[in-house]
């Protein structure tokens, strides 16, 4: 059981932090397409550059950054206004223990006034699939061979959620 976990928005002094945490996932997996570390002073553009209306947060155990979650524009045309993409990345010894849930659940509890939520998964990535379904979201779009890393050709799911339960 978590001793104090927290949930709060993202801070500038996070930006070495949650380099460190979504660095492991450039460097040791696919689950990113990004190739070369990102240093922390990039994330802190990245944050900094982040827009005001959508949310970024942080996942706090016992006061320590274990992860992080945000929802970004889908696209930047402007019918696409209400359509955004989340993403999450946990620490990887805080994998396995709900905390994902947790966090992701908190996220799509803040982000207002979207019809349309998508989550991006390079495959394969059961846990994510598995979160994602777990939250409501559905499988919809399949790219086969998009990205390529480690030598190989990396296939990429969308999965979607329309939070009012609306199709079409």
């Known amino acids: 059981m978590r001793e104090e976990l927290n949930i709060r928005p993202v801070q500038a002094d996070d930006s070495t932090r949650v380099a460190e945490i979504y660095n492991y996932y450039v460097e040791n997996t696919i689950v990113t397409f990004e190739s070369e570390p990102v240093a922390p002073y990039e994330f802190l ?13 942080v996942v706090e155990d016992s006061g320590i950054v274990v992860g992080y979650c945000y929802a970004a524009p889908w696209k930047q045309r402007s019918a696409y206004g209400k359509s955004i993409e989340t993403s999450i990345y ?72 329309l939070p009012n339960g609306m199709a079409g």
Not at 45 to 57: K, T, V
């Open 45 to 57: 553009d990245r944050i900094r550059a982040h827009p005001e209306y959508l949310p970024w947060y």
């Open 90 to 161: 946990l620490d990887k010894q805080a994998c396995g223990k709900g905390l994902g849930k947790r966090a992701y659940s908190f996220l799509l509890a803040n982000v207002d006034n979207f019809h349309a939520i998508m989550g991006g998964i390079a495959l394969p990535n059961d846990p994510s699939v598995a979160l994602h379904e777990a939250l409501g979201f559905q499988k919809v779009a399949h790219f086969k061979e998009v990205g390529r890393k480690f030598d190989r050709w990396i296939d990429v799911g969308y999965w979607q959620l």
